[in-house]
């Protein structure tokens, strides 16, 4: 995240531009300058089962080569939402990050989802985190390119925070003229850590265009998930995916899908059910340029600082 001066520092510039009357307009440069077409997959993903999901993941994706730009997988979607995953954790060098790369050069595509990654000595070092397990959103482009985002908020009414490490940073990638929050399932709690500020990360420029959550998220608790979905793209003025997993897991949790595209206002462009699925989604750059110009509520946003 950026220093905390940086957040009061933007509301002090809103501050003086209200009361002088002048507004700062959107740089043109840091919009998207194309639309964005996305494939959400909704899947049943193994339990435990390394190579059989990347498998069956493999299967449900190879049909969108050339036909989207972003391929989103859910959560631990190599072995489903389980602490005893811990001791299969691969590393950065394993089979599941080769993997992403690969189908990123074959669909042309970036594609993305979280998997439990060991992080010990030299690249714990290099990285400037402490050693541990994660749970880590991997971002992988055709060009052999690798992001990452560590979860920061780990789920503790499973014990998720006493059996991995959480994440230290907020992270946005550029992907074909968009910029992408990446979000991991239980962030979606936490709308400050999700923030879209204005003028702070990028001159004249929101931080980020999407944000893009991953999620085992169980079907008892399907209404929330829904409605902050929601509250993100409407609060942060910019487009939300959600994507989920469906079926019941090797504890019996069950899970009902509902992942979702959403435009800035909050309305879906894309919706799943129950099933196993992939839906297909193209977000708008001229509706999404539209809208902050004639709803830039970010002038007026709260100035605050974040604390560990």
């Given at each position: 995240?950026?220093?905390s001066?940086?957040?009061l520092n ?6 003086v531009?209200a009361?002088?009357?002048r507004?700062?307009r959107v740089?043109?440069?840091a919009l998207?300058?194309?639309d964005l077409?996305?494939?959400l997959?909704q ?8 190579a ?18 972003l ?9 489903g ?8 954790a691969e590393?950065m060098?394993?089979?599941?990050v080769?993997?992403l790369?690969?189908q990123?050069?074959m669909?042309d ?5 979280s998997?439990?990654?060991r992080?010990?000595g ?9 050693p541990g397990v994660?749970n880590?959103m991997?971002f992988a482009t055709?060009?052999g390119g690798l ?7 780990l789920?503790?009414?499973a ?5 991995y ?5 907020r ?7 968009w910029r ?5 399932c239980?962030?979606l709690?936490?709308?400050v ?5 204005f ?15 991953v ?7 399907a209404y929330?998930w829904?409605?902050l979905l929601?509250?993100?793209?409407i ?5 939300v ?5 469906v079926?019941?897991d090797?504890?019996g949790i ?5 992942s ?5 206002l909050g309305q879906?462009v894309a ?10 989604a ?15 509520a970010q ?5 605050f600082?974040?604390?560990?």
């Amino acid at each position: 995240m950026p220093p905390s001066s940086g957040w009061l520092n933007c509301d002090a510039r809103y501050a003086v531009e209200a009361r002088c009357g002048r507004t700062r307009r959107v740089s043109a440069a840091a919009l998207p300058d194309r639309d964005l077409r996305a494939a959400l997959v909704q899947g049943e993903t193994r339990w435990h089962d390394p190579a059989g999901n990347r498998a069956y993941y493999g299967e449900l994706i190879a049909p969108f080569a050339g036909k989207t730009d972003l391929v989103v997988l859910p959560e631990t979607f190599t072995s489903g939402f389980s602490n005893e995953a811990l001791a299969d954790a691969e590393d950065m060098q394993g089979p599941t990050v080769a993997w992403l790369r690969e189908q990123a050069g074959m669909l042309d595509a970036a594609v993305c989802g979280s998997v439990q990654v060991r992080v010990d000595g030299d690249q714990a070092e290099s990285e400037g985190v402490a050693p541990g397990v994660y749970n880590r959103m991997l971002f992988a482009t055709p060009d052999g390119g690798l992001k990452h985002y560590d979860k920061r908020h780990l789920f503790r009414m499973a014990r998720e925070h006493e059996r991995y490490a959480a994440g230290v940073r907020r992270v946005c990638v550029d992907w074909r003229s968009w910029r992408i929050n990446l979000q991991v399932c239980y962030d979606l709690r936490f709308p400050v850590f999700i923030r879209n500020r204005f003028n702070v990360e990028r001159e004249n420029a929101f931080d980020y265009d999407l944000a893009l959550f991953v999620a085992n998220w169980p079907a008892a608790r399907a209404y929330a998930w829904k409605t902050l979905l929601r509250a993100r793209a409407i609060e942060n003025l910019a487009c939300v995916i959600g994507v989920n997993r469906v079926g019941t897991d090797g504890n019996g949790i069950e899970y009902s899908g509902d992942s979702v595209a959403l435009d800035p206002l909050g309305q879906p462009v894309a919706e799943g059910g129950a099933q196993v699925q992939v839906l297909q989604a193209a977000f708008s750059a001229e509706q999404l340029r539209g809208h902050r110009e004639k709803f830039p509520a970010q002038l007026d946003a709260d100035g605050f600082e974040l604390k560990d």
